[in-house]
């Protein structure tokens, strides 16, 4: 069976966290957007994108478009770097 890492280029690697616990402490808005995701989001990453908009006071809505944006530019970088 493959895995959602599979048909990708990121790397895979061990973590010294529990990223469970991680993803449990997002806010819900986040964690639903992890859950729909196409990539494998760490949560650590997502967080760090979600506090850099709400530093600059972007809305809810702003702050999951900004998460959608950087994975469309993520799958970008990925379907450039490993062509079909």
Do not use: F
């Not at 859950?35 to 709400?54: F, H, K, N, V």
């Not at 809505?61 to 959608?68: C, G, P, S, Y």
């Amino acid at each position: 069976m493959k895995t959602n890492l599979g048909a990708t280029g990121v790397r895979r690697y061990r973590r010294s966290c529990d990223p469970m616990r991680d993803y449990d402490m997002l806010p819900a808005h986040l964690r639903q957007w992890l859950a729909q995701a196409a990539l494998p989001w760490s949560p650590a990453s997502c967080r760090r994108i979600w506090r850099a908009a709400q530093a600059e006071g972007a809305s809810p809505e702003e702050l999951l478009a900004r998460l959608d944006h950087a994975e469309r530019r993520a799958l970008a970088r990925d379907s450039t770097s490993h062509p079909a």
